[in-house]
């Protein structure tokens, strides 16, 4: 298209035009002129894309190298890595956390000093959040709410030395932490955490089951479902709506090995299987019986990473469908990774 037919669109249809664009490419955009230069901070550009459909599903992953952060985001519509800067956050010893709706949750210390941030990568804007009441380190959770354009961010109950911490809850409307309930006793059989349909749910060896917390009403409760038989280890993983699923390996020995997902039946507390990994895919990202894999979920997907090989491997439970990540970028054992929706419209305010 002529370069003077750009010139003559009108600033709302222009606006909503590249509202369309997929996010990472209007840094490219911005070059154009210095009317598309200004456009992130343009509120009526920002109005048409809080409207339109997400970009759809991306992986972010961060990891520090001796200089400084380092981070790159994989846009699985678009099948390509984008490194995102990240020299605009305090140079703490942080780690990622969480993310949700455009927003990445850090913690970290900076000195002695437990403190939690959360920003958006595509703007680079931050905030440090508060103290919490018991301020030490602990399992967080972010959940962003668009439609009130507010965030909170849930920290678990944890033991801290003699101590039972109780579950704290940042609320970015009131800049505060307020304090829960305290998790009833139980011994955790993992510290990952799957949050959907306003709940966030815990695996528990005793009593045997699951705890959940309803962000609601503040309140723990214990669901007694039993865990699939000869489970190595299990991640709980959120899907769609009330969508909870389990993944892990079965087998005491490395050729009778396998990786399954199960779905969790909310009226029976049963958890039915509904996928196995083929062989191959398994062979290929676990070559030994005993080798570490994580993985998390967003919107029906399920991600697998294994960070001895460097793999992740993409799960559609909806199109029951398995695919490598090309390209992927696990620089290091200790890098991090989560699903992440871009957006220019997400707010740390």
């Known amino acids: 298209m002529e370069e003077n037919i750009w010139a003559m669109l009108p600033e709302d249809l222009l606006h909503e035009v590249l509202a369309r664009v997929p996010p990472f490419m209007i840094f490219r955009l911005r070059s154009v002129c210095k009317r598309w230069n200004s456009i992130l901070h343009d509120s009526s550009f920002l109005k048409f894309h809080s409207q339109v459909p997400s970009h759809g599903p991306c992986l972010i992953t961060f990891w520090k190298n001796a200089h400084s952060p380092q981070c790159s985001v994989f846009s699985l519509p678009l099948k390509t890595w984008y490194r995102i800067p990240f020299n605009f956050l305090p140079p703490w010893a942080f780690w990622l956390v969480s993310s949700s709706g455009g927003l990445v949750c850090f913690s970290g210390l900076d000195g002695l000093t437990f403190k939690t941030l959360v920003c958006n990568p595509l703007t680079q804007t931050w905030r440090t959040l508060p103290s919490m009441h018991y301020n030490h380190q ?34 970015s409307e009131l800049d505060c932490w307020s304090i829960h309930q305290i998790m009833p006793a139980v011994n955790l059989c993992s510290s990952k955490m799957a949050f959907c349909d306003s709940r966030l749910y815990l695996e528990t060896l005793s009593p045997l089951g699951l705890m959940m917390y309803r962000l609601d009403k503040g309140l723990w409760e214990h669901i007694p479902v039993k865990f699939p038989r000869s489970l190595l280890d299990g991640y709980l993983v959120a899907g769609t709506r009330k969508r909870l699923f389990l993944v892990g390996r079965i087998g005491l020995y490395s050729t009778l090995q396998s990786m399954r997902i199960w779905e969790l039946d909310h009226a029976k507390f049963t958890w039915t299987e509904i996928s196995r990994m083929p062989p191959k895919y398994f062979r290929a990202l676990l070559r030994l019986s005993a080798e570490r894999f994580e993985c998390f979920g967003q919107d029906n997907l399920i991600c697998f990473t294994s960070w001895n090989q460097g793999k992740c491997l993409l799960y559609d439970v909806d199109k029951k469908n398995w695919s490598w990540i090309a390209g992927c970028a696990l620089q290091s054992y200790n890098s991090q990774v989560c699903f992440y929706e871009p957006r220019f419209d997400a707010s740390v305010c």
């Open 138 to 171: 602990r399992q967080l959770l972010l959940v962003v709410d668009r439609v009130e354009r507010s965030f909170k961010v849930i920290a678990t109950s944890e033991i801290y030395g003699d101590k039972s911490l109780p579950t704290e809850v940042y609320d």
